[in-house]
């Protein structure tokens, strides 16, 4: 199984950077999605990492260190539409590709 | 088609009541979840079908939730004697299961026990 920690909340401005970490323990590693998830919507997916370092994709980049089972997800130029929830999972090889979510962390961009 | 369907978008049942949710997943996506998410909290994994293999169950909360994947497609999620704690939507997701591709979310059922 897996062990997974996120911040529970976070406010950040519009125009702002923000970072959202991600700790896990799997036996075993086999990538890691981020999703996204509006209030009262289904989550969607943002990121998936299998190998060490930075993915960019637009305002939006996610980064893995296997070693030391930590990610993030680095949000740039904050608009107000990204308050949202945002769910890391990692996957483990034992669990054949079941996707187990965090807690989520729950961002809110002010103006 | 395009997306996975799930069936009724909300329910109301009395306290005690049996309720079946439906999923219909993308044509072709061998892997299946089903979700509980309470209000404002996260995702809860119930149970995880991929293809042939025998699904990991161990997500069900108790022996009154059970679900079944007949012929590797629709998938139906019951509870039996519902209860006031058993409100929560319930999410499916399916995905083509090889590694590293996305997984699509329903839009959920919304479950209200009363």
């Known amino acids: 199984g897996q062990n997974i920690d996120q911040p529970t909340e976070m406010t950040a401005t519009e125009g702002a950077i923000v970072q959202i970490n991600c700790t896990y323990q799997?036996?075993?590693?086999?990538?890691l999605f981020w999703y996204q998830q509006h209030a009262g919507e289904a989550p969607t997916f943002l990121s998936y990492n299998v190998l060490d370092g930075l993915e960019e994709k637009g305002r939006f980049s996610s980064f893995l260190s296997r070693s030391k089972g930590y990610s993030y997800l680095l949000l740039k130029e904050l608009q107000m539409k990204d308050s949202a929830s945002y769910l890391c999972a990692p996957t483990d090889e034992g669990s054949q590709g079941n996707l187990i979510f965090g807690k989520g962390t729950k961002l809110s961009v002010k103006p | 088609g395009a997306g996975v369907s799930q069936s009724p978008s909300n329910k109301v049942t009395e306290k005690g009541k049996d309720v079946e949710l439906r999923c219909d997943p993308i044509s072709g996506h061998t892997a299946l979840y089903w979700y509980r998410q309470s209000l404002g909290q996260g995702l809860e994994f119930l149970i995880y079908?991929?293809?042939?293999?025998?699904?990991?169950k161990s997500g069900l909360p108790s022996d009154r939730f059970s679900a079944e994947r007949t012929g590797g497609s629709v998938s139906t999620l019951t509870i039996q004697r519902t209860q006031q704690e058993d409100s929560a939507v319930y999410l499916c997701a399916s995905s083509p299961l090889t590694p590293g591709t996305r997984a699509f979310f329903g839009q959920g059922t919304r479950l209200t026990v009363v």
């Open positions: 079908f991929q293809g042939n293999s025998a699904p990991d």
């Open positions: 799997t036996s075993g590693f086999n990538g």
